[in-house]
Each structure stands twice: as structure tokens, then as C-alpha cells.
């Protein structure tokens, strides 16, 4: 007799663990909506985990006269910064100005439209500087005698992912990773499917709404689910980073112009490192292989040295990575020209289903907001929003609310988890603080000397993190923890993943059945 097959009957499934699939499960979740989300790859496997890792109204686009998009975005900037301030954190930039490029006055007018289109309450306004008597003038080259200087946000992109996750389970939804999405029927009232786990294991699913979060592969997976042409197209666009040894040694971010219309962001990153990108190309390629290119490289390496004292090359390069945006179709715009607003398909001809199309990291709550506005109603569930009122996980730092203080005290809050923590070291602290927020207590619960954390893995990861990101984060492999949980892969010697990973698999085998 086989095995019989686990059953779940929900309310919402939402295929696709990236940040907009994983926004959607946690509102919906909130709402008391029975969710179920299923990624294939890892949460922030791809796309979400391949951004220039910014909040950010997106300067560039007033050029393009989006200015809708540009204050939706800036509306959400600090609401968000305000909801996870571990994760997330207020960065000043810089923008060298090439007199052969843009006009200054047409800059300046740019960023008066830029600090005013939405209210800030702690983020400070743009301003005119002399790079000569500015930090972050002296690693430019001297050309560049003037420039101007602006505030946006940094996230740490997969991370928050997997917070958004974290808290949709933490309301009720089930989330499977490693599970594949296949043999979807659409009914008069509900849709099933079956998922399979990368062990074998099955699960059948009845939901009464479906969400197509799956990014880049949205029209192919819509093209399964109903048989039929998408109506409107993805236009895909390849952006792709690369990281070297730090170009400065100052917190400030800098924002490159190019004669050809793009920018290019220079962000200090992981202590040790700069991460310069991004690229905006036409994609026709595999989504399941994207990489970066040696032109890719050398364009990143050209604009660079165009500003930089210091000149790089790709022997610089330490690390690189590629992701596929999924934007709307706009036949008439260029790829960095084209929008990264989002569109929400919505189709009710049976079960209802509702297709994700484009969207951006800033904007991932907004757009979460309004898919479960139009699909609560529709399963009788007229709950209201309540994200924009909520911390993720780890950003409780002062309350259960977000508030101003997590961002503006974020250094006085980890200082008390020193204190508190007094047996670890600063820089361990800080890390555990900027990745964990509050949920340092549960990681660290019952833990009073080094010793409690553990073996020492591979060097700064003790099996005591490692345990609680398998255990409550998803993670199955090295690369969850080295290079999306944590940034720890940029770190360490070489052979470390085999080694986490044959750690990995002693843990699994000493796993009671």
C-alpha cells in the first residue's frame, strides 16, 4: 500500500519565495487568511537576492518622469526603515558632478523635487558640496571639484525576505522551500496543485485563490496554471554587481553618472568591500543560469575608474552577482529607462488568480497591501491592512511599533546588547545585532560564555547560529548561510562551504527520526 499524500486545504497559495510572494503570504497571514507559499530554490534565491540592496525612491526616474512611482517609493522608505532597523539603515550618497553630463541646475532641481515629493521625518535633505573639503571628495579624482549629497536606505535584501517569511509563518502560514509547484487545475472555486519536496515527498494542495509570485518565470508559470498567452509580456533586464576590496574607508555611498544614461551606485559594503553596480541589459537567456559577463565587468570596472583615484580591473573583482528583473512591458522605453512599478493581474474567469508584474524592493509592502485588498473580498475576508503599523521580526527594538528611535538608536540598542552579551566579542555583537535585531535573545537563549555557542564551524559562524537558521530560517545548505542568510562567504578561506556543508549533513543524520 503506498504512502498516503499530506493534504492542506488553504485559502491562498503564493508561489514564489522572493520578496513580493513573501510579502504577500505575510499580509495575507495577518488577515487570518489560511496561506500556503512554496518557493522551488531558496527564499531570495534569485532576483530579490541580486538588488543593489537599496531603499530607495529612485532618482533616476524623475528623469523618466515617473513620478508616481518615485513618491510611492519614497512613502515607503522610511516606513520601512522604520519596521526592521537591524536589516535596515538611513545612507548618505554622494553624486560627483561630471560638468560634460547632466547640468548641476537640472540636479539641483531634481533633488529640491526628490526631498519634497513625500514627508521625511528623519531623513536628512540634499545639499550642494565641495568634494574638496568633503570625505568622501578625497578618494575622486580631483576633475571633480564639486558634487551634491542626498539621503536614501540600504537593506540587506535576502534577509529581508526571509523576515517577511518568518513573520507569515509566524501568523499561520506554512512555508515550504525546496518545494516544487506542479500539476495545477483550475476549478469553478478552487485551485489545486501538487507540491513536491526536493526529498520526494508530496504534498497535495486546495487553495481558493492562486498568486503567481514567481518573478522572471511569471509568464511561463502563467502559461501552465491557465493554458493560455499571458496578455502582457515580462521585459526582462539583467542587473548585475561586482564586489572588490573597500575604494574608501568613509560610511558615505557614492552615485556615478554615465554618458550613456545609466548610474551606477559605489556602496560600502561588508566592512571590507565596495559593491559597485549595476548593469541595465536586455535579457533573452536562461533565467535558471544568469551570470555576469566580461562586458558587464569591464563596463562596472571603466565607470569606476572614470571617478575613482584608485583604478580596478577584473582581477579586482572578488565576487560578482546577476539578477533577472522582471519589469512591465514598455515597447518604447530603454532597459534603465524602463518602469519598476509594479502591475497586479487579476483574473477571476474560475478560482481567482493573481499575477505579480515587476515591481522593486521598496515598494514590495505597498504591493502586498494592495494583492491581498483585491483578494480578501473576494474570499469573504474584508480585514484591513495592517503592515504599514508593524515591525518585521528582530525590529521590535523599542516596542512592538515601528518608531524613529529604532533607526536614530540603533547604536545605543546594540551597545545594551554588548553590555548584555559582554562575554562575546564587539564584532560578533554587532553582527548578531545587525542581522538578528531582538531575535539575538532567541538565538542566544540559555548561552552565557563562548563555550555555549558551540563549535566554531568555519571561522565566526558557531553552531548555535547555525542551528537556528536551519531550525527557524529555511536554511539547508552553505550557501543559504554564507551567502543570503549572512554575507559571511565574502570572508572566508576557501573550502569553508564543503566544510559547513559535511557539518550540514552530520546534523542531519544525527537528527532523531
Same mark, same amino acid.
Given at each position: 500500500?503506498?504512502?498516503?499524500?499530506?493534504?492542506?486545504?488553504?485559502?491562498?497559495?503564493?508561489?514564489?519565495?522572493?520578496?513580493?510572494?513573501?510579502?504577500?503570504?505575510?499580509?495575507?497571514?495577518?488577515?487570518?487568511?489560511?496561506?500556503?507559499?512554496?518557493?522551488?530554490?531558496?527564499?531570495?534565491?534569485?532576483?530579490?537576492?541580486a538588488s543593489s540592496k537599496l531603499i530607495h525612491?529612485?532618482?533616476?526616474?524623475?528623469?523618466?518622469?515617473?513620478?508616481?512611482?518615485?513618491?510611492?517609493?519614497?512613502?515607503? =522608505?522610511?516606513?520601512?526603515?522604520?519596521?526592521?532597523?537591524?536589516?535596515?539603515?538611513?545612507? =548618505?550618497?554622494?553624486?560627483?558632478?561630471?560638468?560634460?553630463? %547632466?547640468?548641476?541646475?537640472?540636479?539641483?532641481?531634481?533633488?529640491?523635487?526628490?526631498?519634497?515629493?513625500?514627508?521625511?521625518?528623519?531623513?536628512?535633505?540634499?545639499?550642494?558640496?565641495?568634494?574638496?573639503?568633503?570625505?568622501?571628495?578625497?578618494?575622486?579624482?580631483?576633475?571633480?571639484?564639486?558634487?551634491?549629497?542626498?539621503?536614501?536606505?540600504?537593506?540587506?535584501?535576502?534577509?529581508?525576505?526571509?523576515?517577511?517569511?518568518?513573520?507569515?509563518?509566524?501568523?499561520?502560514?506554512?512555508?515550504l522551500t525546496q518545494t516544487l509547484c506542479s500539476?495545477?487545475? =483550475?476549478?469553478?472555486?478552487?485551485?489545486?496543485?501538487?507540491?513536491?519536496?526536493?526529498?520526494?515527498?508530496?504534498?497535495?494542495?486546495?487553495?481558493?485563490?492562486?498568486?503567481?509570485?514567481?518573478?522572471?518565470?511569471?509568464?511561463?508559470?502563467?502559461?501552465?496554471?491557465?493554458?493560455?498567452?499571458?496578455?502582457?509580456?515580462?521585459?526582462?533586464?539583467?542587473?548585475?554587481?561586482?564586489?572588490? %576590496?573597500?575604494?574608501?574607508?568613509?560610511?558615505?555611498?557614492?552615485?556615478?553618472?554615465?554618458?550613456?544614461?545609466?548610474?551606477?551606485?559605489?556602496?560600502?559594503?561588508?566592512?571590507?568591500?565596495?559593491?559597485?553596480?549595476?548593469?541595465?541589459?536586455?535579457?533573452?537567456?536562461?533565467?535558471?543560469?544568469?551570470?555576469?559577463?566580461?562586458?558587464?565587468?569591464?563596463?562596472?570596472?571603466?565607470?569606476?575608474?572614470?571617478?575613482? %583615484?584608485?583604478?580596478?580591473?577584473?582581477?579586482?573583482?572578488?565576487?560578482?552577482?546577476?539578477?533577472?528583473?522582471?519589469?512591465?512591458?514598455?515597447?518604447?522605453?530603454?532597459?534603465?529607462?524602463?518602469?519598476?512599478?509594479?502591475?497586479?493581474?487579476?483574473?477571476?474567469?474560475?478560482?481567482? $488568480?493573481?499575477?505579480?508584474?515587476?515591481?522593486?524592493?521598496?515598494?514590495?509592502?505597498?504591493?502586498?497591501?494592495?494583492?491581498?485588498?483585491?483578494?480578501?473580498?473576494?474570499?469573504?475576508?474584508?480585514?484591513?491592512?495592517?503592515?504599514?503599523?508593524?515591525?518585521?521580526?528582530?525590529?521590535?527594538?523599542?516596542?512592538?511599533?515601528?518608531?524613529?528611535?529604532?533607526?536614530?538608536?540603533?547604536?545605543?540598542?546594540?551597545?545594551?546588547?554588548?553590555?548584555?552579551?559582554?562575554?562575546?566579542?564587539?564584532?560578533?555583537? %554587532?553582527?548578531?545585532?545587525?542581522?538578528?535585531?531582538?531575535?539575538?535573545?532567541? $538565538?542566544?537563549?540559555?548561552?552565557?560564555?563562548?563555550?555555549?555557542?558551540?563549535?566554531?564551524?568555519?571561522?565566526?559562524?558557531?553552531?548555535?547560529?547555525?542551528?537556528?537558521?536551519?531550525?527557524?530560517?529555511?536554511?539547508?545548505?552553505?550557501?543559504?548561510?554564507?551567502?543570503?542568510?549572512?554575507?559571511?562567504g565574502l570572508h572566508l578561506p576557501s573550502g569553508?562551504?564543503?566544510?559547513?556543508?559535511?557539518?550540514?549533513?552530520?546534523?542531519?543524520?544525527?537528527?532523531?527520526?
Open positions: 500500500m503506498g504512502e498516503t499524500m499530506e493534504r492542506i486545504d488553504c485559502d491562498v497559495l503564493v508561489v514564489g519565495g522572493g520578496i513580493n510572494g513573501a510579502g504577500i503570504a505575510r499580509d495575507a497571514a495577518g488577515r487570518a487568511l489560511r496561506v500556503v507559499l512554496c518557493e522551488k530554490d531558496d527564499l531570495a534565491a534569485h532576483t530579490s537576492s525612491g529612485g532618482l533616476r526616474y524623475l528623469e523618466h518622469r515617473q513620478f508616481g512611482l518615485v513618491r510611492k517609493a519614497l512613502i515607503e =522608505r522610511e516606513l520601512l526603515l522604520r519596521s526592521a532597523p537591524h536589516i535596515m539603515w538611513p545612507l =548618505r550618497f554622494v553624486m560627483p558632478h561630471d560638468a560634460h553630463q %547632466r547640468p548641476a541646475l537640472l540636479i539641483r532641481a531634481g533633488l529640491f523635487l526628490y526631498d519634497r515629493l513625500a514627508r521625511r521625518e528623519f531623513l536628512p535633505a540634499s545639499r550642494g558640496v565641495t568634494l574638496a573639503r568633503h570625505a568622501a571628495g578625497q578618494v575622486i579624482k580631483g576633475e571633480f571639484t564639486r558634487g551634491f549629497e542626498y539621503s536614501d536606505g540600504w537593506v540587506d535584501d535576502a534577509r529581508l525576505v526571509v523576515l517577511a517569511a518568518l513573520d507569515a509563518r509566524e501568523r499561520g502560514a506554512t512555508v500539476g495545477l487545475q =483550475r476549478h469553478r472555486l478552487h485551485w489545486s496543485a501538487t507540491l513536491t519536496a526536493i526529498d520526494g515527498r508530496k504534498t497535495q494542495v486546495s487553495a481558493r485563490c492562486l498568486v503567481n509570485a514567481t518573478g522572471p518565470w511569471s509568464d511561463r508559470f502563467m502559461q501552465d496554471a491557465t493554458g493560455a498567452a499571458p496578455g502582457q509580456h515580462l521585459r526582462l533586464v539583467k542587473g548585475s554587481h561586482i564586489v572588490v %576590496r573597500r575604494l574608501f574607508h568613509h560610511a558615505y555611498a557614492y552615485i556615478f553618472q554615465h554618458p550613456d544614461g545609466r548610474i551606477v551606485f559605489a556602496i560600502p559594503y561588508e566592512r571590507e568591500f565596495t559593491l559597485i553596480g549595476t548593469t541595465d541589459l536586455e535579457y533573452t537567456g536562461s533565467v535558471d543560469d544568469v551570470a555576469i559577463s566580461a562586458g558587464e565587468v569591464k563596463y562596472l570596472c571603466q565607470l569606476a575608474n572614470h571617478y575613482f %583615484r584608485q583604478q580596478i580591473s577584473a582581477a579586482d573583482v572578488v565576487w560578482s552577482y546577476s539578477g533577472v528583473r522582471p519589469l512591465v512591458e514598455d515597447a518604447g522605453a530603454s532597459a534603465q529607462s524602463a518602469s519598476r512599478d509594479f502591475r497586479l493581474a487579476h483574473d477571476s474567469s474560475g478560482a481567482p $488568480m493573481l499575477t505579480v508584474q515587476g515591481g522593486k524592493i521598496t515598494t514590495f509592502r505597498k504591493l502586498a497591501e494592495e494583492a491581498v485588498d483585491w483578494i480578501g473580498p473576494l474570499l469573504g475576508n474584508r480585514s484591513a491592512g495592517w503592515t504599514a503599523r508593524a515591525c518585521l521580526p528582530g525590529g521590535d527594538l523599542f516596542g512592538e511599533r515601528p518608531s524613529n528611535r529604532g533607526v536614530l538608536e540603533f547604536d545605543q540598542w546594540a551597545a545594551a546588547m554588548q553590555q548584555r552579551y559582554g562575554w562575546l566579542s564587539p564584532a560578533l555583537v %554587532r553582527r548578531y545585532a545587525r542581522a538578528y535585531g531582538t531575535r539575538i535573545k532567541t $538565538m542566544l537563549d540559555g548561552c552565557r560564555s563562548l563555550a555555549d555557542l558551540g563549535p566554531e564551524i568555519v571561522p565566526g559562524l558557531y553552531a548555535v547560529e547555525a542551528d537556528y537558521l536551519i531550525t527557524h530560517e529555511w536554511a539547508c545548505s552553505a550557501a543559504d548561510i554564507l551567502w543570503r542568510r549572512s554575507k559571511l569553508s562551504a564543503e566544510k559547513l556543508d559535511a557539518w550540514i549533513a552530520g546534523r542531519k543524520a544525527d537528527a532523531p527520526d
